[in-house]
């Protein structure tokens, strides 16, 4: 069997042999092209190479299209009706910058920004939504070597001015309707000079705002400023820091990674050396995750230097159902190329199997013999051009009809999912930081050849390097492109990285016979149970949620109990219906959440799924109790990246979880 990975360097203490990419045994790569050191060095290569094609496409609101809508609720058992109003957009078709419209504006912003008075390594806030300014804003301000640092534009105010304090920033880039939210934190930061937006605000929005911080630009007044006052590039250094990126956390202040150009430059040098060949000068991505993130910042400007055309959506605008008298961005833009979080993919599946239940008995049983059939096919190589044409055309469609391959990353996705949709839709490859992507179900690949990993023992587990066949470990990683620490968290740095510069990732991994590694779980969601079994929460909730009456859930598991239980989100259109096959008649949304016939129904539909993922028996459900309001950033159950905030969520739900434990009690 040909192995993806090659063992490097003498024998470790205390776990496996270092791993490297097949394809560079002998060096780490660092570069994607001699003449790219920096991501200031991406937009000029790609200037130079791909000028006149087609960098960026955006979509402008048209006109808010306003609909009233009558909502049946049931308030204690009575049916009431409400007339409510919703909002749709308009949007125009997608129009585009060129790499060299894109680039000139980018320097152009750069140059406005030094004339407002930033220097070298002058700090930028950016704190908006995906978007073409988002990016173009980022380059701009590496034209002028100034660093970038990033804060989810659902952070919230405390968030968002602990990042801006923290690191001391001169100028913040937001959006109109993100105004508000800057007004009220400009003054409590002392280092802050002025504000950039882009977009269209509101009169009232921007007169707050001025009270608080007189300077208050719109980012082509920066762009007409830099082209009046031409200023020379002022190039960075691949040490110089590019962005120092807050993460969400589920506790606690966010914290600031350190990324330079040479970590951003190393990453997508790995995953041009791995991808490359596989992108032709037709492909385009289309981009709505939060730039934010690592995953989007990363792939985006990997795309760049390949010349891929970026077309830029929101989750709001995705599919027709939330657009009037147009199409949504993915009908629209019919990307080949996409990128998406596991919430994405499992609602994408739910959705196509939702049609496939409402149709009858033989279109359903035609659908799952062409799925089979095509599985088998896959499986062996063999093309299946005929019923793709025949039977997947339709759902392809739905994704615009030209995807060609699309990589899922941020958190594990379940190996149902994954496989579904690679039959159904295009092949799904998984990331896991900087590891990606042989295809495979149940891995995320290889390591890219940028990183080198090895597996630590774990003491008090079962996760050992001699595991035979599949060594195992903690995952720890190391090279160009990983992160030196925490910006101003010396203390948190020291606890996450070796003196011999390993990031200790905290995930528990398994090399594979093929070389490619698997994520079985994370180190802090290991429990060990009363009966001396551990368990994977994280692992667990991924397996869980792909059961199609599973909107969200967590997973909760007592140190002195045998079995864990867990508090599942319900998708209400899937569970009415449920509940309507099964005689249980009872409208009020909160009542039948708490209908224990119901709550059987669920909980044996999500035990189902476990036997599909072959659980054991300590990793089967006791109970679960269903949670009929929806967690949100907002409520403060999720973080910004859309993870559970756990102890939250248990603390909340505190009297349920201890009616569901204490009836496992002796």
Request: proline share 5%; glycine share 8%; hydrophobic share 40%.
């Amino acid at each position: 069997m040909k192995s993806f990975t090659v063992e490097v360097g003498p024998e470790q203490l205390n776990g496996g042999r270092i791993r490297r990419s097949h394809l560079a045994p002998d060096a780490l790569t660092r570069i994607p092209d001699t003449t790219v050191h920096t991501i200031y060095d991406i937009l000029v290569y790609a200037k130079k190479k791909y000028g006149h094609r087609n960098a960026f496409g955006y979509r402008s609101t048209e006109k808010v299209v306003k609909e009233d809508k009558v909502v049946t609720k049931y308030i204690n058992g009575e049916e009431k009706q409400e007339t409510k109003t919703w909002s749709y957009f308009q949007l125009s078709p997608y129009k585009y910058l060129t790499y060299l419209q894109a680039s000139r504006e980018a320097h152009y912003l750069g140059a406005g920004f030094a004339h407002l008075g930033l220097a070298e390594k002058a700090k930028v806030e950016i704190f908006a939504p995906t978007s073409m300014g988002w990016l173009l804003m980022a380059h701009g301000l590496f034209t002028q070597n100034m660093s970038i640092v990033t804060a989810y534009d659902t952070l919230g105010e405390d968030g968002l001015l602990h990042s801006m304090n923290e690191t001391e920033v001169e100028a913040i880039y937001t959006t109109g309707e993100l105004l508000p939210t800057v007004a009220k934190v400009a003054q409590k930061c002392p280092s802050l000079k002025f504000v950039v937006y882009g977009g269209d605000a509101k009169l009232e929005h921007l007169e707050q705002l001025k009270q608080a911080i007189p300077q208050v630009y719109t980012m082509n007044q920066v762009a007409e400023l830099g082209k009046a006052n031409h200023r020379e590039p002022r190039k960075p250094e691949p040490e110089d820091l590019a962005c120092i990126m807050y993460t969400s956390g589920s506790t606690g202040n966010p914290k600031g990674v350190m990324l330079t150009h040479k970590n951003i430059v190393a990453a997508v040098s790995g995953c041009h050396k791995l991808l490359g060949h596989l992108v032709t000068s037709h492909d385009s991505m289309l981009a709505y995750l939060p730039l934010s993130h690592i995953l989007e910042f990363t792939v985006e400007n990997l795309c760049v230097f390949w010349g891929v055309t970026l077309g830029y959506a929101s989750v709001r605008t995705l599919t027709d159902a939330s657009v009037r008298n147009c199409k949504g961005d993915i009908k629209e833009f019919r990307p080949t190329l996409m990128t998406g979080v596991p919430a994405v993919w499992e609602s994408i599946r739910k959705g196509i199997l939702g049609k496939i239940n409402t149709a009858s008995p033989k279109a359903q049983s035609l659908f799952h013999k062409a799925f089979a059939t095509k599985a088998w096919l896959m499986d062996r190589h063999l093309p299946t051009t005929v019923i793709d044409k025949v039977v997947f055309s339709k759902i392809k469609e739905q994704v615009g009809g030209r995807l060609r391959f699309a990589l899922s990353g941020g958190a594990p996705l379940s190996l149902e999912t994954q496989k579904f949709l690679s039959v159904a839709l295009c092949p799904i490859l998984g990331g896991f930081g900087m590891t990606e992507k042989q295809f495979g179900y149940g891995h995320v690949g290889a390591p890219v050849p940028c990183c080198e990993i090895k597996l630590v023992d774990v003491p008090d587990t079962n996760y050992k390097s001699t595991n035979y066949p599949k060594p195992q470990g903690e995952i720890w990683v190391r090279g160009p492109a990983v992160t030196k620490g925490y910006w101003k968290r010396d203390e948190l740095t020291q606890e996450t990285f070796t003196t011999d510069g390993w990031l200790m990732t905290g995930d528990i991994g398994a090399w594979n016979e093929d070389g490619t590694i698997s994520v079985i779980e994370r180190l802090k969601s290991l429990i060990k149970l009363s009966n001396g079994e551990y368990i994977a929460l994280e692992k667990l909730e991924s397996i869980y949620k792909s059961c199609l009456y599973v909107l969200n859930l967590c997973v909760y598991a007592d140190s002195l109990l045998p079995r864990p239980v867990a508090l599942v989100v319900p998708v209400e259109a899937a569970v009415r219906q449920l509940a309507q096959e099964n005689g249980i008649d009872e409208k009020d949304w909160e009542r039948l959440c708490a209908n224990r016939d119901l709550v059987k129904l669920v909980l044996k539909a999500m035990l189902d799924q476990g036997k599909l993922a072959d659980l054991k028996p300590a990793e089967c459900l006791f109970d679960i109790y269903l949670c009929p309001d929806e967690w949100t950033t907002d409520t403060g159950l999720m973080t910004a990246a859309q993870k559970i905030k756990r102890q939250d969520i248990v603390s909340k739900y505190k009297s349920a979880l201890d009616v569901m434990n204490s009836a496992q009690k002796p």
